[in-house]
């Protein structure tokens, strides 16, 4: 099998005083913390879309890329290559997962026949080079945002007959991420939203959203798909507005279709940017609604209003968002998907490799840092005593559902003093800020 990099040999753990840029500098695979390996609690994941498939096009130039499978002009050989050389990029890399979408790994044909044909090939090898690998399918999905057909949406479009193609195209898709073993499965609406009121019926599209939501999930159970469904959040981009906004409105949407026990979220950093929150609210949110599924890594510009899809290097946002997964007891079956991409001035294939040390880097620190946040108990032991007059007293009372505005009145009419203490938020950052420069 040819070698495609072949300027990179296996990347190691060589610790921080390392001056090798391909190597690790604090991601160490099997090092312990907290009983769990490194790996184990961080789940990394490649995609293929943005390490395969990007060739550095924008909206004002054409592609940058080197890519040497590039050379390939038949699109299925073409494909083939690409994924040859996306199992030895994580080989070299040790990372045990990737996701994709369909038409990531299979080129479409002249009709659905055809490119469903070239899927099932793609499929094919893609098992066997798993095995041989042995990588797994974090999760699968649809490209229902990018052909023409899709300008109106998928599965909240105007037009029947794309609605009955995009259904087709969803079974297909959970068919093969069950055939491979996907341990979640993700649904994106890149264009499940609306640019003007003036043509939309929100209410139906949304109601057509749930109704091809609830064929999915009855027909994983037809076929025994037994992954995690997720749904990622996006407020904006390709759409003006996307159905799926954030955390809270998809919760909502999922409440009000009882869909609820279905689907939980995956989350991607810069789509919590885009949205005006933190990557921790939206991770903290979906924790204490049970609804975290699993995490899309990277990092938004924020002198930038669109999704620029960065290598996370942010070590305050890594160690907050892995102090949620710890507090949450894990992120699995989700996992840490790079759902990032090189810039287009960074075109050398080395510079792949160099990204995702960057950010695998990044969120080991991170771990190790919440880790010890977490067992040490600063922010936990100031959280609880902040709300421990609810824990005595009146306070118990209104939590244990004792007492009604009537109590609560006599209480208050009584009880002139109001004793607030400092939130004391710098203080905590700095707190924050010590174990990150603490950590060793």
């Known amino acids: 099998m040819k070698e495609y990099f072949s300027n990179v040999s296996k990347i190691n753990y060589e610790g921080s005083d390392s001056k090798n840029p391909y190597s690790f500098k604090y991601y160490n695979p099997d090092e312990i913390v907290g009983g769990k390996r490194m790996k184990d609690h961080l789940r990394f994941s490649m995609s293929y879309w943005h390490t ?19 050379n390939v002009n038949d699109k299925m ?6 994924m040859e050389a996306a199992f030895e990029f994580m080989d070299k890399l040790d990372i045990d997962y990737f996701c994709f979408h ?13 490119t469903n044909k070239n899927l099932d090939e793609m499929v094919s090898i893609c098992k066997e080079l798993m095995k041989k690998n042995n ?7 649809a490209n229902l945002f990018n052909n023409p057909r899709f300008v109106h949406g998928a599965g909240t479009t105007c037009n029947a007959n794309v609605y009955a193609y995009s259904a087709a195209q969803l079974k297909k898709a959970i068919e093969v991420t069950n055939e491979l073993g996907g341990e979640n499965y993700v649904f994106w609406g890149g264009r499940e939203g609306y640019e003007t009121l003036l043509n939309t019926d929100i209410g139906f599209e949304m109601d057509n959203f749930a109704r091809i939501l609830q064929m999915a ?72 609604n049970n609804v975290l599924g699993s995490l899309d890594a990277n990092q938004g510009d924020p002198h930038l209003g669109w ?60 771990l190790r840092i919440a880790y010890k946040l977490l067992q040490d ?13 609810f824990s005595t007293g ?19 009419l009584s009880n002139n003093v109001m004793n607030n203490k400092s939130g004391r938020q710098e203080y905590l950052e700095s707190i924050v800020n010590q174990y990150i420069f603490e950590d060793k």
């Not at 990588?135 to 999905?141: D, E, N, R, S």
């Not at 009146?394 to 208050?412: N, Q, R, T």
Request: charged fraction near 30%; proline fraction near 4%; aromatic fraction near 12%.
């Open 52 to 70: 395969l498939t990007a060739n550095g096009t924008d909206q004002f130039g054409v592609g940058t890329m080197i890519r040497s499978w590039d």
């Open 77 to 82: 050989e073409l494909a083939k290559a690409r």
């Open 135 to 141: 990588k797994k399918l974090l999760w699968g999905t």
């Open 217 to 288: 999930v009855d027909y994983a159970k037809k076929i025994g798909f037994k992954g995690q469904f997720l749904i990622e959040p996006k407020p904006k981009e390709p759409t003006k507005h996307q159905y799926d906004f954030d955390v809270a409105t998809v919760l909502g949407f999922l409440r009000k279709y009882k869909l609820e026990n279905y689907f939980k979220v995956n989350i991607e950093a810069n789509h919590a940017t885009l949205a005006g929150h933190t990557f921790q609210h939206e991770i903290c949110l979906a924790r204490n």
């Open 307 to 366: 999704d620029t899809d960065q290598f996370p290097t942010n070590i305050y946002d890594a160690t907050l968002a892995m102090y949620e997964i710890l507090k949450n007891g894990g992120i699995a079956p989700g996992g840490l998907n790079f759902d990032a991409k090189v810039r287009r001035a960074s075109f050398e294939p080395e510079d792949l490799f160099l990204s995702y040390i960057a950010g695998m880097d990044t969120f080991a620190k991170g």
């Open 377 to 389: 108990g600063p922010i936990e032991n100031f959280i609880k005593e902040r709300y421990s007059s």
């Open 102 to 114: 369909d038409r990531d790994i299979a080129p479409e044909g002249k009709d659905l026949v055809e």
């Open 394 to 412: 009146i306070g118990k009372d209104i939590v244990d559902g004792k007492v009604g505005f009537e109590e609560l009145e006599k209480y208050a």
